[in-house]
């Protein structure tokens, strides 16, 4: 499955913990994810916050570089 920061709607973060959501529909979690219900929310668990840290840097430079183009 790929996933664009784009798509996401609410971002947290929490320790090691990536919280978002997307606001579409995904098609191969139908039955179990549903864009429309608040509690219904997705996880990226990270071994340490470093790890975290590197992600949100890579995004981060992601969105900058869409910008400019």
């Known amino acids: 499955m790929v996933m664009y920061y784009r798509d996401f709607g609410t971002v ?4 090691t913990c990536l919280v978002f959501k997307i606001m579409t529909i995904l098609d191969m ?7 429309e219900e608040p509690q ?11 790890d ?3 992600i949100q840097q890579a995004v981060q ?3 900058i570089a869409y ?3």
């Open 52 to 54: 975290l840290q590197q």
């Open 61 to 63: 430079q992601g969105i």
């Open 40 to 50: 219904h929310m997705l996880s990226i668990t990270f071994d340490s916050a470093k």
């Open 12 to 15: 947290t973060v929490k320790k």
């Open 67 to 69: 910008a400019a183009a």
């Open 29 to 35: 979690f139908t039955a179990h994810y549903n864009p």
